[in-house]
């Protein structure tokens, strides 16, 4: 109710501000024809799509910041608590088409484009994705910036501007290939640089003790500095002009000492030096689960995370004399644990700089930072080895140390001398290394930790987490996941939108996803089943045009489209998948001739990164296009059964799949999966899902009922046992005889794929692909069957 009536009055507000930018078509135009001339300094009387594109992004942009600046003016003035989201990872896609939706000008846009020769669609096709992250957690900080837009929430987001996002997957002979990303290199209409919002932030050096006023203080007299840079994005909310802030750092070298150094006599060395501080913000890590104690990694969550603090603490003090307001106008979101020595940077400011004592300090930093945990496995928790940590922030690491010797003195008098449950709980980890653990940190600092899903903080609870859950029951709790549907529907699908607010007779759906419900009472109707199997063949057609255009491989329309999309895991098991593609090609290869009639055509469409270094990830990519190479060319399978592997997956080929998606696959061994998101998207446009019983999909099996979807496989609670009593199961000859296939080189490569059969087989298969197997070929032929009912109109 606070929420509502807050932004009713933020409505209200903006209300007022009539911007100066007009929107119809006609003053579009002349604004994209002022930066065709101006900004982007080419004739208007001839300019390419990609020059277009910049010209009406920056028409755009103008808009945006127009907005930005009406929404800032208006906070400053309320002083509301602002919520600060820290990540180190977004994935945000192109802008050029969700800026335009979510300003509700998408159609004058494409009037003004028309009238100058130019399609919108096709413009939206030049702009790069930014693709700032690895997977889940990068996409769902980018839906999250979305809501909180859209939400009218006071929120900024931090973060990081690598100058090279992901890597490329390029494919060559079926082999995965990393290359750079090389996203700004023809530049960034949707940013705006700072070049005056700067903050030094500084490295390794020493901590000395020094006498203030009688007092004997910590000072730390770092030895490096380098200088972040600001760049802000604004972000606008649907339906409001709330629109909020993605500042992103960039390292640049610091102005600091440089006439010292100078003056050393080296000047080339000097200046190739300082121009190394570039490198913190240049790439991406691309580990979508484990961490290496890098020290790079360390300097940019370090980086980041102090000019992030520095930023806020200043617009805290602009308005505020003291610390005793902050933790009721500021909320610290960590975006799991990569952020945590934000923490500890506040701490060490409040002590050591703002001479705040240190209880107060404690109590201060507690009650302004949560975090959310996006992990399922203690194996998965981020460490840092402490002599690194101590050698890049040595007072930083003197603070751990007193926080967790106070924590330790805690617990002792809770739990007495229990050395096992006291060492387990330490935020340092003792042994041949010694480790900081980050997530026993966070936890240890933060009133909340969040889990993704409810399932998750199950797992928290009885594994992850256990012993902190006993301790502190009130700060454990969960949000499950969301996507948000401006992106994942009106952007990427509008025609299935326009069906959508035609039958619903609104679109305030658009906002509250929740009223989509209303479409239930026309689910038997007719005309509307027909139309929106239209809406679906469209874009099945598209996606099929793309198909042929990456890979060469016609597919009918006609045919089942059946997707697993995401990062290339043991886990997400993209190898059951395979198998059960391949046990579908033999039934085929074996059946009679006149039987094949009854088999239902499928395109199996399989895309995913996986991390450079993952060596079996890699060989599920290769055995993917081995499996193709054979299917797809055998004139006894033909239609009935085609793969294609889309490469380069990231969010604007997401964008492409999902819409022409009839099924989708989500196979997760139990357990594994905090949350997952994709599902959301591929239901939000009316796909069905294939799925195991884990993560936010139990979730989704309560709303929408078992009947609605195809559950398979081991339960979160059978796993455990299973795995105990793998070595004595046997597996399903079905799935012996797909991993025979395989083995004995039947898609070649026989010794390749040797060790990717080992991993199931032999007593191995820690994710239970040959416990799951039948279960799955059941879950697959029950879709087969809904799939031709909905063709012959009964669904
Ligand atoms: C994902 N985690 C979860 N981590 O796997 C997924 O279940 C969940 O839906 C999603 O978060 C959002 O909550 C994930 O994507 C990473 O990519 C990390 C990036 C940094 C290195 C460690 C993994």
Sequence with gaps: ARRSGFAGRAERMFGLMDGFLKNDPWSLQKDVLHHVEYTVARSRFSFDDFEAY???????????????????????RKDPKRLYFLSLEFLMGRSLSNSAVNLGIKDQCSDALNQLGFEFE???EQEGDAALGNGGLARLSACQMDSLATLDFPAWGYG??????????????????EQPDYWLNFGNPWEIERIHVSYAVKFYGAVEEVLLNGVNCKVWIPGETVEAVAYDNPIPGYGTKNTINLRLWAAKPSGEGDMESYNTGDYINAVVNRQRAETISSVLYPDDRSYQGKELRLKQQYFFVSASVQDIMRRYTDSHSNFDEFSNKVALQLNDTHPSLAIIEVMRILVDEENIEWNRAWSIVCDSFSFTTHTVSSEGLEKIPADLLGSLLPRHLEIINEINFLFMEELKKK???NYSQLSQMSIVEEGAVKNIRMANLSIV??????????VHLELLKKRVFKDFCKLWPQKFQYKTNGATQRRWM???NPNLCSLISEWLGTKAWIRDVDLMIGLKEFASNTDMQHEWRMVKRVNKMRLAEYIEAISGVKVSVDAMFDVQIKRIHEYKRQLLNLFGIIHRYDCIKNMEKSDRMKVVPRVCIVGGKAAPGYEIAKKIIKLCHAVAETINNDPDVGDLLKLV???????????????????SQHLSTAGHEASGTGSMKFLMNGCLLLATSDGSTIEIIEEIGNDNMFVFGAKVDEVPALREMKSSLKAPLQFARVVRMVRDGYFGHKDYFESLCNTVENGGDFYLLGNDFMSYLEAQAAADKTFVDQENGHA
Excluded: M
């Design 490 to 492: 009106l952007v990427s």
């Design 160 to 177: 990081l501007r690598y100058q090279f996002g992901l890597f490329r997957q390029v494919i060559l002979d079926g082999f995965q290939h």
């Design 645 to 663: 592997f889309i490469p380069d997956y990231n969010v604007s080929v997401a964008e492409l799949v999902i819409p022409g998606s009839d099924l």
């Design 445 to 454: 600092c933060c009133h909340a930790v969040n889990g993704v899903s409810r």
């Design 415 to 417: 739990l007495g001398l």
């Design 122 to 124: 096709q413009l939206v």
């Design 54 to 76: 910049l010209a009406l992004s920056y028409a755009i942009r103008d808009r945006l910041i127009e907005r930005w600046h009406d929404t800032q003016v208006y906070f400053k």
